[in-house]
């Protein structure tokens, strides 16, 4: 498709177990970014990703958050030992590297995964 | 730390209205960038804008016009003669010059209804 797409939609887990969110951007953007949605705290920066360089963690909650993005498109995002408060909405994102011009940082969003944690 | 107040948290108009959606900033960088996105039922935010800090003309496209001001830290979302489909939730949102464009910091939304 020509969006960013995210897989799965919905993700139902109990307590403890790990989950994998999988995002595959819009083919040639370089720069891949995962978010997440939830109502206590509205959207939240987690992770980015930009060509080969040493992925931006910084706003991963905790270790058990992790992502990786292999052959610089595909993006796995790791929750290990879910727990309640990880219920959310998480959204990927892919943009073109652009500095300039009209659209230049626009983040093209995939629908999200909605993970559920019993 | 950079942080963005959308006061209002909901507002609902009726067709035709204009409205105006409120948007402060605080950062420390001189240099910035701002956004608004829009989140419809469908979940998927699209991008409307980007505003560099040192550009502060104003933006006028189609029924939708945003207002920067510097001084007051604000970046504000007006929508003229309002239509149903514009019932979303709005986002404004900031990235500092020292990250990637998309590391943004954003509001808390404003969920906009538009009445027939």
């Known amino acids: 498709g020509a969006g960013v797409s995210q897989s799965p939609s919905n993700k139902v887990t109990e307590k403890g177990k790990d989950v994998e969110l999988r995002c595959d951007p819009i083919?040639?953007?370089?720069?891949l970014y995962w978010y997440r949605q939830s109502l206590g705290q509205g959207l939240e920066f987690l992770i980015y990703?930009?060509?080969?360089?040493?992925?931006?963690k910084s706003g991963l909650p905790s270790d058990r958050f992790s992502a990786e993005r292999t052959g610089g498109s595909v993006s796995t995002l790791t929750i290990q030992r879910t727990q309640q408060e990880d219920s959310a909405v998480y959204l990927c994102?892919?943009?073109?590297?652009?500095?300039?011009?009209?659209?230049?940082?626009?983040?093209?969003f995939g629908e999200g995964s909605r993970l559920t944690v019993l | 730390a950079q942080k963005v107040t959308q006061a209002q948290t909901e507002i609902s108009v009726v067709e035709k209205e204009d409205v105006t959606l409120d948007c402060v900033y605080e950062?420390?960088?001189?240099?910035?960038?701002l956004f608004w996105y829009k989140q419809p039922p469908s979940g998927e935010l699209v991008f409307l804008i980007r505003?560099?800090?040192?550009?502060?003309q104003n933006e006028i496209s189609g029924r939708y016009s945003w207002n920067f001001q510097k001084s007051t830290s604000s970046f504000n979302f007006t929508i003229t003669a309002s239509q149903v489909v514009d019932s979303a939730v709005y986002f404004c949102?900031?990235?500092?010059?020292?990250?990637?464009?998309?590391?943004?910091?954003f509001g808390q939304g404003t969920i906009l209804t538009v009445h027939p």
């Open positions: 505003r560099n800090s040192f550009d502060e």
């Open positions: 949102a900031l990235s500092e010059s020292s990250t990637s464009y998309g590391k943004l910091t």
């Open positions: 083919s040639g953007h370089t720069a």
């Open positions: 994102a892919s943009s073109a590297r652009r500095s300039s011009g009209r659209g230049a940082g626009e983040l093209f």
């Open positions: 950062t420390r960088d001189t240099t910035y960038y």
């Open positions: 990703f930009q060509g080969n360089s040493a992925p931006d």
